[in-house]
């Protein structure tokens, strides 16, 4: 299925979450991105996002899309997109029974390898420096944040995003969900974004799971393969 592209984050949202992957284990997600213009087509196709714990708290990770372009009566075209890489880490994790939540810092790079001729990048590498945090209140979860992004170059502007999700796990696979955002305009002559999203994930079984979101403009579906030994779905 095609969607429009987001600023990457936690499958199948754009706000990400303060969990992270558990020390030696991976988490790798195959994804597809798209979005109808007034032109034609363009998204990811496909996508691979892979998350390592390299110390307990601390989560590496990696993604690599190739983007895609199909104009109405033209052929499609397909080129690398912009990598991002990052680290996030959990300096505060709660026990059991306390109050306050999870927290992790995430900063990302996105390094600009991309194609610039089918606008798949900048030219310039980008940062984020965002603030996560997580509260879990039996079948429920909630988590959220926001973070600045460093956005280079010219027309472009440095500009901020916020976003909130909450999921309930209705049954042993199925969870749904719903997210708030809101970011600021990223460059000369482009508006704020506020949206909404509602989400499902469905664990197809202990290592196989199903994701997707959709809103009025984009539709997505991941699929996500766990390396062994994983015992859980990080939303």
């Given at each position: 299925?095609?969607?429009a592209?987001?600023?990457?984050?936690?499958p199948?949202?754009?706000?990400?979450?303060?969990e992270?992957?558990?020390f030696?284990?991976?988490?790798?997600?195959l994804?597809s991105?798209?979005?109808?213009?007034?032109?034609?087509?363009?998204?990811?196709l496909?996508?691979?996002?892979?998350?390592?714990?390299?110390?307990?708290?601390?989560?590496?990770?990696?993604?690599?899309?190739?983007?895609?372009?199909?104009?109405?009566?033209?052929?499609?075209?397909?080129?690398?997109?912009?990598?991002e890489?990052?680290?996030?880490?959990?300096?505060?994790?709660?026990?059991?029974?306390?109050?306050?939540?999870?927290?992790a810092?995430?900063?990302?790079?996105?390094?600009?390898v991309?194609?610039?001729?089918?606008?798949?990048?900048?030219?310039?590498?980008?940062?984020?420096?965002?603030?996560?945090?997580?509260?879990?209140s039996?079948?429920?979860t909630?988590?959220?944040?926001?973070?600045?992004?460093i956005?280079?170059?010219?027309g472009?502007?440095?500009?901020?995003?916020?976003?909130?999700?909450?999921?309930?796990?209705?049954?042993?696979?199925?969870?749904?969900?719903?997210?708030?955002?809101?970011?600021?305009s990223?460059?000369?002559?482009?508006k704020e974004t506020t949206g909404?999203?509602?989400?499902?994930?469905?664990?197809?079984?202990?290592?196989?799971?199903?994701l997707?979101?959709?809103?009025m403009?984009r539709?997505?579906?991941?699929?996500?393969?766990?390396?062994?030994?994983?015992?859980?779905?990080?939303?």
């Amino acid at each position: 299925m095609l969607l429009a592209k987001p600023v990457f984050a936690g499958p199948p949202f754009r706000t990400d979450d303060p969990e992270p992957v558990e020390f030696q284990h991976f988490e790798m997600y195959l994804f597809s991105l798209g979005t109808r213009t007034a032109d034609g087509w363009n998204g990811i196709l496909p996508g691979l996002e892979v998350n390592y714990g390299a110390l307990p708290n601390l989560q590496l990770a990696a993604i690599i899309p190739q983007g895609y372009v199909v104009p109405d009566g033209g052929h499609a075209s397909f080129a690398l997109e912009d990598i991002e890489l990052g680290a996030k880490y959990r300096f505060i994790t709660p026990g059991e029974n306390d109050w306050f939540p999870q927290v992790a810092v995430y900063p990302q790079i996105l390094v600009p390898v991309g194609n610039q001729k089918f606008d798949f990048s900048t030219g310039h590498a980008q940062i984020y420096l965002p603030v996560l945090l997580q509260k879990d209140s039996g079948s429920w979860t909630a988590y959220g944040g926001g973070g600045y992004w460093i956005n280079p170059g010219a027309g472009n502007k440095n500009y901020g995003f916020l976003g909130a999700a909450l999921w309930r796990k209705v049954d042993d696979r199925l969870h749904l969900g719903a997210e708030a955002f809101h970011q600021t305009s990223p460059s000369s002559g482009v508006k704020e974004t506020t949206g909404f999203d509602v989400g499902v994930i469905y664990d197809l079984s202990e290592n196989w799971h199903l994701l997707g979101a959709a809103d009025m403009r984009r539709y997505k579906v991941t699929v996500a393969r766990r390396g062994d030994p994983v015992t859980r779905c990080n939303a």
